[in-house]
Each structure stands twice: as structure tokens, then as C-alpha cells.
């Protein structure tokens, strides 16, 4: 039924020049998508893990995410101010409803338009940031380290 409805707004839209509703995944496509968009909502209600932010953000496109899962332990608010500076790289809401989309979004959205020179420097930062297995394996290593240090000089003291 609702594959039906879907199918009909593809339809409706398919030779409009601005609107497009593809129901498949077509690799490039998605790549193309990152690389046009400005904003890329993730509204997810459950998200183990969670790419698209950091595939959004190696393209410039700023996440506006629902704090959930992989999404909360990657997108921090650019307006928390209980977050350092430098690790503040998106938007982010709470509810997963219509109040909380728009509460990320609007912020994003006015953001672009009001202060276009810091919305820039908020697109070169995310499109730096080394989500390689090479920086988190690092970062990996040195709490395992501290972690074996610790557990010495406390062995030693006992």
C-alpha cells in the first residue's frame, strides 16, 4: 500500500525539473547527493552506527541528526556550548517528531542565510575531520595503553 503511494508521487514528479522521487539505490546517485546538498536531515529513530553523517560530512553537507546511537557519538551541536569548539560540526534534536526536526533544521537554515561566512567555515571543518580506521585505531591504542599503565601502578602499590 504505501509502496503504491511512493510510486505514484515518482510518477507525478518524474519529468519536473526540480523534484525527483527514485525508490532504488543507485551508488552514484547517492554520491551526487551528497556532493549538491547543503543540509542532510537524519531524522533516525535507531541508528547502530551511522554513515551517512560522516559521508555527508566528507562532501561539505552539514548533518542535522537526531541525537540517537552512532549519530550522537558523531554529530555534536554547533550551538552546545558544553561541547569544545572544535568538535561541534552539525545539528542535532532530540524528539523524534516534527518539533524536533524543525528545531535542527530551522537553526541550520538560518545559519546559511544570515551568516553565510561562518556557515562556510563550518563546511571546510567537517570536510576535514579523519574518520579513517587509522585515526580511531590511534586513538584506540593510547586508551588501551593508559589503561595498561594504570593497571601496573596500581598492581605495583598493592
Not at 55 to 70: D, E, L, N, Q, S
Not at 131 to 144: C, G, M, N, P
Amino acid at each position: 500500500m504505501i509502496l503504491r503511494e511512493f510510486e505514484g508521487i515518482a510518477n507525478h514528479f518524474q519529468n519536473h525539473d526540480h523534484i525527483r522521487l527514485i525508490l532504488k539505490y543507485d551508488e552514484s546517485i547517492s554520491h551526487s547527493i551528497y556532493a549538491a546538498s547543503d543540509i542532510f536531515i537524519i531524522p533516525s529513530i535507531f541508528e547502530p552506527c551511522g554513515l551517512t553523517q560522516m559521508i555527508a560530512m566528507r562532501y561539505g553537507t552539514i548533518p542535522v541528526a537526531r541525537k540517537t546511537g552512532g549519530l550522537n557519538d558523531s554529530v555534536f551541536d554547533v550551538d552546545d556550548d558544553t561541547i569544545p569548539l572544535q568538535f561541534r560540526n552539525g545539528y542535532t534534536f532530540l524528539n523524534p517528531d516534527e518539533q524536533g526536526v524543525n528545531s535542527g533544521l530551522e537553526r541550520a537554515i538560518s545559519r546559511y542565510r544570515n551568516n553565510p561566512e561562518s556557515w562556510h567555515q563550518l563546511v571546510q571543518k567537517v570536510m576535514s575531520i579523519d574518520w579513517s580506521w587509522e585515526f580511531s585505531a590511534s586513538q584506540y591504542e593510547d586508551l588501551y595503553a593508559k589503561s595498561v599503565a594504570r593497571a601496573r601502578a596500581a598492581a605495583s602499590r598493592a
